[in-house]
């Protein structure tokens, strides 16, 4: 598809891949033996990584989606995104092709930042397993996320990309963050009941939630609503009675709809994730991100908000 038509996701080589130790061979050898080691193993298949099952899952609801409207644009684009010299690229395109993905665009920049690419390709979602990298996108206005792996396996499902998010500082702006930070949570509940019928200001991942929106609707319009291959999922440490109703107003106002809304009053939501077992799960909160890594979900950190300074302080 054209890239004003697309939905365009870019994904970095190591989110994609399992490049652990080829990323040590880089760090304790230097690039030239790395590109070495890269060539010499051309032929040998990377494992999957974090965004692998995610990708996957995009490509089939591009497949639905084909059956349904073949004329239309309207799909996922995936780009791979990575700042590996071209050398390494005959590796990357064998293993694409060894799990029949469905990868046609490559931007490899040969260790310069791909963040002005990413502005370039239309990037509607930016996935690295570089913090970095992901700080300079956020910054650039792109929503990004890094990538970490789950560290227990768990069966993905095949027919329906799921998709988790978390509500503060993810979906919607970190205003009331704010105020649990500064002020604490009878003030915050005081505020969020005040302010109940005020939409909360966008996050950076209201964008790609929006996507995905677009095209479940395409889905029911061919009356596939109890078929349709994309499940959103709201996550949230809030709790339902006093702050609840504020979240789900905003995505009233915002003419979005979550097909499963989680309210967990400060619960650890690591359980209700592997209940979920969805194919990624954004949050701004390192402690939730490590929480559902322990218990098998792969999770993806949004450097965004005043939780960043928390966390670095920390």
């Keep these: 598809p054209k890239p004003q038509h697309a939905i365009t996701v870019a994904v970095s080589s190591r989110a994609l891949f399992d490049l652990v130790e080829e990323r040590r061979i880089y760090e304790e050898q230097g690039l030239e033996k790395y590109v070495e080691y890269q060539q010499e193993n051309e032929n040998v298949t990377l494992k999957p990584g974090p965004a692998f099952y995610f990708v996957k899952a995009l490509e089939h609801v591009n497949a639905r989606l084909l059956e349904l409207y073949p004329d239309d644009e309207e799909r996922f684009d995936i780009v791979l995104m990575t700042n590996n010299h071209a050398q390494v690229g005959v590796r990357l395109i064998n293993s694409i092709n060894h799990y029949g993905l469905t990868i046609e665009r490559f931007c490899m920049t040969g260790g310069k930042s791909p963040i002005g690419y990413l502005t370039a390709y239309l990037t509607n979602l930016y996935l690295s397993a570089d913090s970095e990298k992901v700080q300079e996108a956020i910054e650039a206005g792109i929503a990004s996320a890094t990538m970490f792996t789950a560290n227990k396996d768990i069966p993905y499902s095949d027919t329906q990309l799921r998709v988790a998010f978390d509500g503060d500082a993810v979906l919607f702006s970190d205003e009331s963050e704010q105020i649990v930070k500064e002020q604490g949570l009878d003030r915050f509940f005081e505020h969020e009941q005040l302010n109940e019928n005020k939409p909360l200001a966008q996050g950076p991942l209201k964008g790609f939630l929006e996507d995905l929106g677009k095209l479940q609707k395409k889905f029911y319009a061919k009356n596939e609503r109890l078929n349709c291959p994309i499940r959103t999922f709201l ?55 490590e929480g559902a890594q322990k218990l098998g979900t792969i999770a993806a950190h949004v450097p965004y908000g005043i939780a960043q300074k928390y966390h670095k302080s920390a």
Excluded: C, N
Excluded at 251 to 265: P, Q, T, V, Y
Excluded at 274 to 286: A, C, G, L, N, S
């Design 235 to 289: 996550v949230t440490a809030r709790s339902a009675a006093s702050s609840g109703a504020r979240v789900l107003k905003t995505l009233r106002s915002w003419g979005l709809e979550i097909d499963e809304a989680l309210f967990l009053a400060g619960a650890p939501k690591g359980p209700i994730l592997v209940k979920i077992r969805p194919h990624i799960f954004f949050d701004d909160q390192m402690f939730h991100v």
